[in-house]
DNA sequence: CTATCGATTAATCATTTGATTAAAATCACT
DNA sequence: AGTGATTTTAATCAAATGATTAATCGATAG
């Protein structure tokens, strides 16, 4: 018999549970980490349930009845990812850094590290774009109204420098595809800039990156800075 | 009874048949054409042989008379990207620009050329590295030599304005990178950039890339320069 | 001890999917 | 029109793959 809630009677996400075994992650969590690692790297296409079972060590038939179908095992990785990727903003809006300095300093820092925490993240989202299937965004999803807020708030930033002629004139779209941008690509392009651009070792590029930490604000604001 | 040559007797990769209606394209064309619109942008696991039958208007079993597999289909079309992707460079090569802002002037200006006629490009890049399956580069193949070469003369005039002390102290692959993402990255995540960033119309995204052509330059130059 | 219930396993099912086949249609050439 | 080659089609095959089932295992309560 199969269980009714896709996580069945265990509650491994708060690892509450009442003999809470920890030593040994239970089935599922073995299953959906297995799951996270595969698909966020080669999205769902490419990957088999029975990748899913040889990677988490476990019989193919636990990975149905623990959530059901690849498909909702899918979604669910996909869901946790979604909200490891934005869950940054958050933290960026309850610290409430007020000024456009403040928040380039913060978002470069902390994507940076995520990104450096979890290299594969990148693929994830691009699998999102490639699929044409963004999220809605959703009203009542209060990590996207956090997105949302600060959306705003830095669009809004921008602008009053821009007023005030403190930077360039330059529409609003350059600097967040800048920003974005050179977070991201080195972390997306890695293995070829490792390979082609000089031979670079895991730790150089770990350490290139955490330069960017510090370099990259410096040249979003030289880029900004009126001539 | 099956053709020897994936292209069987017909040649239409340099449509001179001997008696070429070109009004109508070929059915191995409009078979190629058809699979590199869908592998290009959504990978070869997630396109079904079938989609890629029915996007053409063809029987199934022409693809596999034409091109032997999915497989072999999949390689040809990822071969043709490579060069789409890589052709600009060999232009580069035989203009024969000199100087670093040369090189950097022109790889922007067709990069972004590119991307604009080919919007899909970028996801094709995407699958490779995803894929973790890149090209070893072959020593004999012409293309892959002037990439080499290109990429030598890139980072040693790169060295050169260093040592000069025209320009800042900066990691090659920082360079390299920050081109590379300031480039293509707009590309990749344009659907979130159009959606997000504002609401933004084909059009204003198209001028504001090219507006790219001439920012990206500067912006590269100014991030590079001493204080 | 053993009855019970969730967890696990091996075997199997049903569908999807890449590929093939044999016949039919179309074309090139006389 | 006739003939042979090439192209196209519908039907089918075989392997891969997501999912299910029935039997077994193992821990826990009575």
Redesign the interface.
Known sequence: MQPSSLYKQHDFTLGKGKKATVQDPSTAEKIKSAAKKLFT??????IRTRDIAEEAGINLALLNYYFRSKKKLFDLVMKENIHLFLGAMIENINNNPRTFDEQLDFIVDHYIDLLLQNPDLP?FV?NL????K?PAEDKDDPLFRNIQQL?NSF?KNIQQAMEKGKVKNI????V???M???I???F??R???M????H?SRKE?EE?MI??KK?IPE?IR??M?AP
């Open positions: 790297k080669k999205g769902y296409a490419a693929f691009l774009l490639q699929s044409g963004l959306r669009l529409h609003p779209l350059h967040i595809a800048n974005m941008g050179l991201i690509f080195p997306i392009a293995s070829l800039l390979a082609r651009a000089g670079i590029f290139l330069e960017r370099l040249w030289s880029i800075r």
